[in-house]
């Protein structure tokens, strides 16, 4: 079965400085999907950056970038100037390919992540 | 607005007892997913709808059951409550069996009191 491994409960970042957080997986497939989801205080799920496990190039929005590194099986998220606004709780999700006839998500347990002013 | 609607927002019971929360798609949305969000287990995938189809279940307790209707929408039954139910539970839509874009309603704080 697949499973999503978050293993840092906290992390805490000054504002405008860089911080990483990470996420590892575990499947057996070599075709699947990787999503960053925020939620923030009010408990809505945002959808941060998404990456296509046969897409090479890593996935970047804005000040947002992952860190795909399929062999590892490891899935980092980049958050670069950081603003009061990126605290929140950050859940790594895995998405099995479209042969599984299911897009069910499976999380991680989540890391909250806070912004210093 | 995210175009995912779940009714209600809010809801308070005691143990022993049945609820129901439901779920309106984004338009044009055949799939209906259910995630439960509790402190000690996470976020964790419940069941999957498909144009009126359960298509994939997770861990789901026996004692929790859902359906899709004919107009898409989706409701969670729940019954026989315990403390232990009390959690957000999230409602999402996509497009697809299996793919596409995934939307997030604001979900059903359940407290079982």
């Known amino acids: 079965a697949q499973t999503v491994t978050q293993s840092q409960p906290e992390m805490s970042v000054q504002e405008a400085e860089t911080v990483t957080l990470s996420c590892t997986y575990d499947?057996?497939?070599?075709?699947?999907?990787l999503f960053w989801y925020k939620q923030p205080p009010s408990r809505q799920m945002i959808l941060v950056i998404r990456?296509?496990?046969?897409?090479?190039q890593n996935a970047t929005e804005n000040r947002f970038s992952v860190n795909f590194q399929k062999a590892a099986k490891s899935f980092s998220l980049k958050i670069s100037d950081s603003q009061l606004g990126d605290a929140a709780m950050y859940f790594c999700a895995y998405r099995a390919p479209f042969s599984s006839n299911t897009g069910k998500l499976i999380f991680g347990q989540g890391t909250t992540l806070q912004v210093k002013p | 607005d995210s175009g995912v609607t779940q009714t209600p927002k809010h809801l308070i019971t005691a143990t022993g007892q049945r609820v129901t929360l439901r779920c309106s798609p984004r338009?044009?949305?055949?799939?209906v997913y259910w995630y439960q969000q509790s402190l000690d287990q996470g976020l964790q995938f419940l069941i999957q709808?498909?144009?009126?189809?359960?298509?994939a279940k997770g861990n789901i307790l026996e004692r929790f059951s859902a359906q899709q209707f004919p107009d898409l929408h989706s409701e969670l039954n729940l019954s026989s409550l315990e403390l232990g139910d009390s959690a957000l539970y999230f409602c999402a839509s996509s497009v697809a069996l299996a793919g596409g874009d995934y939307t997030f309603g604001s979900g059903t704080r359940l407290t079982v009191v």
């Open positions: 338009s044009g949305d055949l799939s």
């Open positions: 990456q296509e496990a046969y897409k090479q």
């Open positions: 709808y498909y144009n009126g189809e359960e298509r």
């Open positions: 499947t057996s497939e070599s075709d699947y999907y």
